[in-house]
Each structure stands twice: as C-alpha cells, then as structure tokens.
C-alpha cells in the first residue's frame, strides 16, 4: 500500500513566524505535489515536483517555497506565516507521468495538515 | 475560465437511491484523463475512478460508474445504491495530455446521505 504521510494533522502558529510542512512517502514515486484545500475553492496547486530538486510553480505559488532533496520527502515552506495561509494542506504523489494520461496518474494523498496562522 | 465545474455545490439523497454527481470540463487536448476522488470528513482524499479520453467504454468500480460523454464534455459519477457512509465531498480532476504537468480539480459536492 503506498503511504505518504504529512508531519502533522493540525498546526497553529503565530503571524510572520516560519513554518514547515513536511511529507514523505514511501512508493518511490517521481512526483510530488502540495495543494491547499479552502472551501468552495476545491484543491488549489501550489508547487510540485517531478524529481529530487525538482521544482514548478502551480496556480498559487505566492508566499510559499518548497524543498525536495530526497525523492521520498517534499517539504512545504512558508517564509512569514500569514493568516490568508490558514488552511487546509494537502500532499501528494504519484510515479512519473508519461506523455498520455493514464489510471498510474492517480494520486495518493497524505491525511493533511490543518494550519491556523494566528 | 474554470476547466473543471461541478455545478452542484451540496447534494441531499436517501439512503439506497442511486446519485448522480455532475462533471463539466474544459479542454482542446484530444488526449486527456479524468479522477474522482471523495473526502471523508476524516479529511484524506481517496482515489474512486478513472476515465481516459480514449476508452471506449464508461468505466466502472463497484458501486461507482462514470457516465462519459465526450462530445459534451461531461464525466458524471454515478453511484448506485447510495451507503451512509457515502456522506463526503466529492472531487472531479482532470489531467490534460500537454505539456502542463498537473492535475486541476473541481470545486467539490458535499454529498450528504439520509438515512
């Protein structure tokens, strides 16, 4: 069964303090994603990564970085918490995508973290 | 514009009636796929079904269909005899087959089931 796991389910933390969310996962898969999830706005893209120190903008990359340095764990940056970033995080991966769509594009999710920036 | 819309926010149905959940997407690629996925209140996002652009046939797992109409661009999940524990939202994504690597997701339904 593959497993991506995140660091943690729920987080607070204090305006302009810096934050780290982290998962790993254990399929060996090429692509990682990070997406928040804000309601009625579904899942929204904001990096991911096709390799170790691999790294492509998504729909959303402002006040966020991110770090691969391992193809297991791909770490989630916030440089000074705000509280528009209180949300919900969600990870993800998959093995690499070839040219055409296909059902190995699924993605595994970890369970999320919970940030409230105070 | 958006390239994935679920047009029903929040959706009330009997327990054991089949569901239909809307899915319109947007594309100029001729080779794409489409995922549902459903969250539980528990939080973590769960894999139901794919349909590739070029399947000829609707696919099914289970209880979940996907009710593929190409030429008017729609992918309903269809989900027969409708469980309690079907209560979650509901996400329709699409990968297309250019060069943009991503999976873009609908906004959701939050299927609730009546006992």
């Known amino acids: 069964d593959v497993k991506v796991t995140q660091s943690s389910r729920y987080l607070v933390k204090r305006t302009g303090e810096k934050v780290f969310l982290e998962c790993v996962q254990d399929m060996d898969h090429e692509n990682m994603f990070w997406y928040r999830q804000d309601p009625g706005l579904g899942l929204r893209l904001i990096y991911f990564?096709?390799?170790?120190?691999?790294?492509e903008k998504g729909d959303i990359p402002e006040g966020y970085s991110v770090s691969r340095e391992k193809k297991e764990r791909f770490s989630l940056i916030l440089e000074s918490a705000s509280t528009n970033q209180t949300s919900m995080y969600l990870c993800a991966s998959t093995p690499a995508w070839g040219r055409a769509p296909s059902s190995t594009d699924t993605q595994y999710f970890g369970p999320g973290t919970r940030l409230t920036v105070l | 514009a958006q390239k994935i819309t679920q047009t029903q926010p929040g959706m009330f149905v009997q327990e054991k009636e089949a569901v239909t959940l809307d899915c319109t997407y947007d594309?100029?690629?001729?080779?794409?796929?489409l995922f549902w996925y459903k969250q539980p209140s528990s939080g973590e996002m769960i894999f139901l079904i794919y349909?590739?652009?070029?399947?000829?046939q609707n696919a099914t797992e289970g209880r979940y269909s996907l009710n593929f109409q190409k030429a008017r661009k729609s992918a309903n999940l269809v989900i027969s005899a409708s469980q309690l524990g079907d209560s979650a939202m509901y996400f329709c994504?699409?990968?297309?087959?250019?060069?943009?690597?991503?999976?873009?997701f609908g906004k959701g339904t939050r299927l609730h089931i009546l006992p």
């Open positions: 994504a699409m990968r297309e087959g250019g060069r943009d690597d991503k999976i873009i």
């Open positions: 594309t100029s690629d001729q080779s794409y796929g």
């Open positions: 990564s096709y390799d170790v120190k691999m790294k």
């Open positions: 349909q590739g652009s070029y399947d000829e």
